[in-house]
């Protein structure tokens, strides 16, 4: 069991690193979209951001909840965009399964991020008290599509040397 004070300190630390990978991410979008890889970057936004699902497994597990799911996804698609940029180098359809992979766990990150403030920020959740309020569900649908937008025109854009 986690004491309180533990609790505190691991929910600082897991959104300190969300926060990591979320500010790394808008520098790996723009590397998608001028064809750069900015290594750092990259690597600081996939420990970031798989350090941040990680993390999210050891708060109190109380059961199956959407949380835990997206967690899982998170990782599994960090995975993948791992493997396709460390191991396959980019080469042929791994440049594309990258640039998925990679937005798809940024676009988790996101999710949450637009979550927890409709819950945590007053105006917020005034707007939108409940998960199915059409506030917000209409926000995470415009991040949905701003994020296929980007999927889009990265996919076209990123051509590392």
């Known amino acids: 069991m986690i004491s309180g004070t533990a609790l505190v300190q691991l929910t600082y630390l897991h959104v300190f690193l969300s926060f990591i990978g979320i500010g790394a991410g808008l520098f790996v ?3 998608l979209f001028t ?3 900015l290594s750092i970057l ?7 951001t798989l350090a941040t699902s990680v993390t999210a497994f050891l708060f109190p597990f ?3 909840t959407p949380g835990i799911i997206l967690g899982v996804l998170s990782i599994l698609v960090l995975l993948v965009a791992i ?5 396959k180098k980019l080469e042929g359809p791994w440049r594309a399964t990258y640039v998925v992979s990679a937005l798809v766990a940024y676009y988790f990150n996101f999710f949450v991020l637009v979550a927890q403030g409709f819950a945590k920020v007053p ?3 005034a707007v939108a008290p409940t ?3 059409p506030a917000f569900g209409g926000t995470q649908l415009a991040l949905l599509v701003l994020f296929v937008l980007i999927g889009v025109r990265s996919v076209k854009e990123f051509h590392p040397e």
Not at 83 to 87: D, K, W
């Open 29 to 31: 979008v723009f590397g």
């Open 123 to 125: 105006a917020l959740k």
């Open 83 to 87: 493997v396709a940029l460390y191991v």
């Open 131 to 133: 998960m199915s309020s």
């Open 35 to 37: 064809s750069r890889r």
């Open 42 to 48: 990259t690597a600081t936004f996939l420990v970031a």
């Open 62 to 64: 109380n059961g199956v």
